[in-house]
């Protein structure tokens, strides 16, 4: 297993910011992408946004599109998730994820091999 560890969560008022970080420390793993997925409790895990790990393509869900912004840092293994204009339904946790596989859709869960233990994020009204 390769430890994803998620940091950056928090509580924050509708139309704040938060920066969540996931950091994959360890050994070298080779991946083709990665992922952001968030789930609220009562429901399924959902997915947030994802980014081709050297190419640098992102895909993003619509009901995050224009305000969160997924991004990586080769050098130091580390992958974002800038989140602006937060709402409460954007209470939940998030998790990383990252997956070997190339050239699939990269919103399922079940394409991902490895995954963080998530970091909880908290948009008070």
């Known amino acids: 297993q390769v430890p994803l560890v998620e940091s950056g969560g928090g509580l924050v008022q509708t139309g704040g910011s938060l920066r969540l970080s996931c950091a994959a420390s360890?050994?070298?793993?080779?991946?083709?992408?990665m992922g952001w997925f968030r789930q609220a409790p009562g429901k399924e895990r959902e997915f947030v946004a994802s980014i081709i790990w050297l190419g640098g393509t992102t895909s993003y869900a619509d009901s995050v599109k224009g305000r969160f912004t997924i991004s990586r840092d080769n050098a130091k293994n580390t992958l974002y998730l800038q989140m602006n204009s937060l709402k409460p339904e954007d209470t939940a946790r998030y998790y990383c994820?990252?997956?070997?596989?190339?050239?699939?859709?990269?919103?399922?869960?079940?394409?991902?091999?490895?995954w963080g233990q998530g970091t909880q994020v908290t948009v008070s009204s």
């Open positions: 994820a990252a997956s070997r596989y190339y050239g699939i859709p990269y919103s399922a869960p079940t394409v991902y091999d490895y």
């Open positions: 360890g050994r070298t793993f080779s991946r083709a992408a």
